[in-house]
């Protein structure tokens, strides 16, 4: 079963329960690569993975080796991400887990995870 989380914009550090596991997840703007990313644990494991650059749409764990969970997707709201605050970002991305076979079987049509049809 898909999880949708929704963002906080009072915060940009988050303590989740999802895919049964404690995840610490961070969320940030890189000046650097002057794109959203985040930084994502597992407390269980005692694994991390720091960097992952925010691309909607695309599988997020997948350039993380997982640690510990299947696949996790942003979404972004119709309008663009124009101002790099979190404020923002929070207001126009949502994130949702699922697993890898929901993931390769469905995709978000902006109101609903939907089934594909074979």
């Given at each position: 079963?898909?999880?949708?989380?929704?963002?906080?914009?009072?915060?940009?550090?988050?303590?989740?329960?999802?895919?049964?596991?404690?995840?610490?997840?961070?969320?940030?703007?890189?000046?650097?690569?002057?794109?959203?990313?985040?930084?994502?644990?597992?407390?269980?494991?005692?694994?991390e993975s720091n960097g992952i650059l925010i691309n909607t749409g695309e599988d997020l764990l997948s350039q993380s080796g997982r640690i510990g969970l299947e696949v996790l997707i942003a979404v972004s709201t119709p309008e663009p991400l124009l101002e790099a605050t979190i404020e923002n970002f929070s207001e126009k991305v949502i994130l949702i887990y699922m697993t890898l076979e929901e993931f390769n079987n469905s995709y978000y049509d902006g109101n609903a995870i939907i089934r594909k049809k074979w």
């Open positions: 079963m898909a999880e949708i989380i929704k963002l906080d914009k009072a915060t940009s550090i988050y303590n989740l329960r999802i895919g049964g596991e404690q995840i610490g997840l961070r969320i940030y703007y890189s000046k650097n690569k002057d794109r959203w990313a985040m930084d994502i644990s597992n407390a269980r494991l005692g694994t």
